[in-house]
């Protein structure tokens, strides 16, 4: 019977007319059976399915037959499909998603009907619906979007996020979660809808949502994407964000040939990635969706809620102080009872510890006052920093407060920090790096609240971190400065960044033409920085006589700096980069300002080679701000190729928890420990003795043993044998006497033993 339905089928679509009679034949069969399977749609009926299978190839070659197959399936699905034989059941599901697939069915009524099967108990079926509403909608999406089709698709998906069914929730939201990643549904509503299943009560719901959120499934995608957009960056021609003529410029003024070549090309494609991830012309991230929430605050609140008043296991509760978390640091929602509550897990001993401080770091920013985090850091001093604890956890705890004082500078008091700082001589070599980036922080933000010894030479005593609230001040057009580079190597490469046009700037060209240094600035940086490094090594010697000088008081132990010169470079270099502050301009300083400094910042800006800022002379053409962005574009790459410890804001938002954990030094063996290592690599002597060489069959023999076994002719002319035969009689006596002696001492010993 299926063969020759296969037969039918494959002539039917050759030549639908000819075979009409055969057709309407196998459509009585087919309505038959139907009768006979509304009685038992409990049983496995074969020829039914089978005849289901054959129409749904067939019946869109003959009109009318679609619609009452496709009414008759889709009744028996929407009034027994509970009930329905598993194999009957999905030979229905495929025989109707065929139909779809052929443009035969509206999408309107067969998608509803699709989700309300993920209610069943049945995983085949469920995979094999989710798949086709996925990639039908993909499909409807493909050349350019229905409105209308998706607005009632996503109304309907919406409503079923809080269906009672678990599982059907669950499998709608995977629908929505995958064509948000397609890029398919990637809008504002579909972030919000999503935003509403973190509140489901089931955890399998809601957690695949708290997870997407936070853009758990995109880490591997982000770190395994970063060589393929280098790749594509060098295919290109290192053409990125930037433009071509800066591009052109980099490789023309480029020395040290290949190395700072590639360095620069690699840049160039990051900043290209950075820009296109801005722009959303990719596929969608979970940070993404995060930004797209319209009122965070709120949405967090009710997360803070729901976390605390969750009883379900610490990791997923962990996922949720993840996202509330995120939420602060992105959105800087003030959430004050975010930081005790976190405090209560702030020990050594709690499990997955390294998780929660990252979380907690991540939740800091600028707007969180002081009085809020004094306390939190008060309490990582005294669980993780002190003599009782090991250096794994000392360092630990230093880099935590180091972190959430670079967010926050104002989070630690001076007593607390000067105790800090004094790890800086400790024996472990993580908790020396972690005590000594925390003083180079506050070197550059507050070294006012440093010791004396600690300050460094050359410190800038007047450097403040904004008080709590203050808020910037912008006083011109930003990147108006470039417009009025002084002369020297910034103007003639601002210059020649002009003068280059747009046709001649090509990577491939730039390659051939032996490129030089990205440009003096470039040069002056790397020199400032080792200028600097050298004078952080001279600034820090004999820590003794420091403390001695500034016990008695002597009024010039500033002059001899702290101590450790070449162990403090090591640390630094091993410690995690620091941002530098930002000098700004807060509105209380703006207020303070009287008409007469107002007068003297004029006179200071007059004496100056450009006499006033370029936007208060004239007005800026589209030509200043697209020379302007070219300019900020290559400082951009310069900034890129100069090391630097300032962190981005987006840097500062996202925080691993392997960040935080220390230098580990090997661990020191017992005598077991290296006993077992010696034993481990000593050699079997029994391997390579005669008797395992006689017992392995595979070895070879030696030339005595082959001896024993050869013919008496084939070694009667050998010089051993000869010498024998011609032995004269004397020396066969002495020979002989010789052997029985050697056969005394054999037995001699034998009977000893």
């Known amino acids: ?68 197959l496709a009414g008759n399936l ?55 619906v989710f798949s086709h509403i996925v990639n039908d909608i993909k499909r409807m999406n493909y050349k350019h979007k229905d409105i209308r089709v998706n ?29 948000y990643r397609a890029n398919v549904w990637n809008d504002s509503k579909t972030v919000n809808v999503l935003s509403t299943a973190c509140f489901h009560s089931e955890v399998k719901v809601y957690l695949p949502a708290v997870r997407f959120l936070l853009g758990a499934d995109d880490d591997d995608d982000d770190d395994g994407s970063d060589s393929s957009d280098d790749d594509e960056g060098l295919k290109d021609g290192g053409a990125s964000g930037m433009d071509a003529d800066a591009a052109h410029l980099v490789h023309r003024r480029l020395k040290h040939s290949k190395k700072k070549r590639a360095r620069v090309k690699k840049i160039t494609a990051r900043l290209k990635k950075k820009k296109k991830r801005a722009s959303m012309d990719g596929r969608v991230r979970g940070n993404a969706a995060l930004q797209m929430l319209n009122d965070p605050q709120g949405f967090a609140e009710k997360l803070f809620d729901k976390l605390r008043r969750s009883k379900d296991s610490f990791e997923v509760r962990l996922d949720l102080m993840d996202l509330i978390s995120r939420l602060i640091g992105i959105h ?26 990252a979380y907690l770091v991540q939740a800091v920013n600028e707007h969180v006052p002081e009085d809020v985090l004094l306390p939190v850091v008060r309490s990582l001093a005294d669980h993780f920093v002190n003599d009782i604890t090991s250096p ?9 407060i180091r972190e959430i004082c670079t967010r926050q500078p104002l989070a630690i008091e001076g007593d607390l920090l000067r105790d800090l700082v004094q790890y800086k001589s400790h024996k472990d070599k993580g908790v020396m790096a972690g005590a000594r980036s925390l003083m180079q922080l506050y070197r550059d933000v507050n070294p006012e609240l440093l010791a004396r010894k600690d300050r460094g030479r050359g ?47 090509d990577f491939s060209d730039a390659d051939e033409e032996a490129p030089e240094l990205i440009g003096d600035v470039g040069e002056e940086a790397d020199s400032e920085s080792s200028a600097s490094d050298a004078g952080e090594g001279e600034l820090d010697n004999d820590d003794g006589s420091e403390d001695e000088a500034e016990e008695s008081g002597d009024s010039d132990a500033e002059s001899s700096s702290g101590s450790e010169a070449e162990d403090d470079g090591d640390a630094a270099d091993h410690a995690h980069a620091q941002p530098l502050p930002d000098k700004h301009v807060t509105f209380a300083d703006a207020a303070d300002v009287s008409p007469e400094e107002e007068g003297e910042d004029a006179e200071h800006d007059a004496g100056s080679t450009s006499g006033k800022r370029a936007e208060v002379e004239r007005i800026f053409s589209q030509e200043d701000f697209a020379r302007i962005k070219r300019l900020r574009e290559k400082m ?40 077992e290592r010696v034993r481990e690599g000593r050699i079997d002597k029994r391997a390579f003795s005669i008797q395992a060489k006689k017992a392995n069959k595979t070895v070879g023999r030696t030339n005595e043993d082959k001896k024993s076994s050869k013919n008496f002719k084939m070694l009667q002319h050998s010089r051993q044998v000869q010498t024998k035969i011609r032995r004269s009689l004397h020396e066969k006596n002495v020979s002989r006497s010789q052997h029985v002696q050697k056969k005394k001492k054999g037995k001699l010993k034998k009977y000893s033993r």
Not at 338 to 356: A, D, I
């Open 1 to 68: 019977m299926a063969v020759d339905l296969a037969q039918l089928q494959d002539r039917i679509k050759r030549e639908p007319s000819s075979y009409l009679d055969e057709f309407l034949l196998q459509w009585q069969h087919y309505e038959a059976q139907l009768d006979i399977f509304r009685l038992s749609p409990t049983q496995n009926n074969e020829p039914f399915a089978e005849s289901v299978r054959f129409l749904a190839h067939v019946a869109p070659f003959y009109d009318g037959y679609v619609e009452k």
């Open 74 to 128: 889709m009744s028996l699905l929407e009034e027994q499909s509970h009930v329905l034989h598993r194999a009957v059941r999905l030979t229905i599901v495929q025989s109707l998603a065929l139909l779809r697939n052929r443009g035969a069915l509206a999408p309107d009524a067969l998608m509803k009907i699709f989700f309300k099967l993920f209610r069943l108990s049945d995983k085949n079926l469920r995979q094999v």
């Open 151 to 179: 607005r009632v698709l996503q109304n309907f998906l919406f409503s079923m996020l809080s269906d009672g069914s678990a599982m059907a929730a669950r499998k709608s939201l995977d629908v929505i979660i995958e064509l």
């Open 332 to 357: 800087d929602v003030v959430m004050l009872a975010f930081y005790p509550f976190c405090q209560k897990y702030v020990k050594p001993r709690q499990e997955h510890c390294t998780k929660v401080l």
């Open 636 to 675: 951009e790459i310069e900034d890129e190729l100069v090391p630097s410890r300032k962190r981005s804001r987006e840097e500062l938002a996202r925080v691993r928890p392997e960040e935080l954990e220390s230098i580990r030094k090997r661990k020191k063996l017992s005598l077991e420990e290296r006993l």
């Open 392 to 400: 794994e956890v000392m360092s630990v705890g230093l880099n935590t």
């Open 459 to 505: 410190a800038d005593m007047d450097a403040r971190p904004s008080a709590y609230g203050a808020n910037r001040v912008a006083r011109g057009v930003e990147g108006a400065e470039l417009l009025d580079l002084p002369e020297g190597a910034s103007a003639s490469s601002a210059d020649e960044l002009e003068s280059i046009s747009g046709d001649e700037a």
